[in-house]
């Protein structure tokens, strides 16, 4: 029992230790928020938002894909690798035609620590109020 508990404990101990070295040896994505709010907004108006974030790893972040969770929304990623110490921007656009409540996802896939990212948006969109002129 004593032997099974030591190799256990061996075994733990290894992956730990593999998990820290490939997180040192990797970029590390510090967002400055990873939800966005639009809040109540009007129909047609800017969905333009952006994501900022700072690479506070030791090596450069090189992201591979930035996709919205349905054709609504869309996501732009940076065209360069991000620096240790730099700070970027993931762009989004969501599509301000359809009328209510949205929470969507955006996932950025890359090189860093953590390898696959989630990003929310969420928001209502409301008619535009309509003024009518009244002729006597």
């Known amino acids: 029992m004593k032997k099974l508990l030591c190799i256990?404990?061996?075994?733990?101990?290894?992956?730990?230790?593999?998990?820290?070295?490939?997180?040192?040896?990797?970029?590390?994505?510090?967002?400055?928020?990873?939800?966005?709010?639009?809040?109540?907004?009007?129909?047609?108006?800017?969905?333009?938002?952006?994501?900022?974030?700072?690479?506070?790893?030791?090596?450069p972040i090189i992201i591979t894909s930035v996709k919205g969770s349905c054709g609504c929304t869309v996501a732009t990623k940076p065209s360069k690798p991000i620096l240790p110490n730099e700070t970027s921007e993931i762009g989004v656009k969501y599509d301000t035609k359809r009328i209510g409540p949205f929470s969507k996802t955006i996932t950025v896939v890359s090189n860093a620590s953590e390898k696959s990212k989630v990003l929310r948006i969420k928001g209502t969109i409301t008619k535009t109020e309509t003024t009518q002129v009244v002729s006597n």
């Open 8 to 59: 256990a404990s061996l075994f733990i101990g290894s992956i730990v230790f593999a998990q820290e070295s490939a997180n040192t040896n990797s970029g590390v994505f510090d967002f400055k928020t990873e939800t966005i709010d639009y809040g109540t907004v009007n129909r047609n108006t800017d969905g333009n938002r952006s994501f900022t974030f700072k690479n506070t790893g030791k090596h």
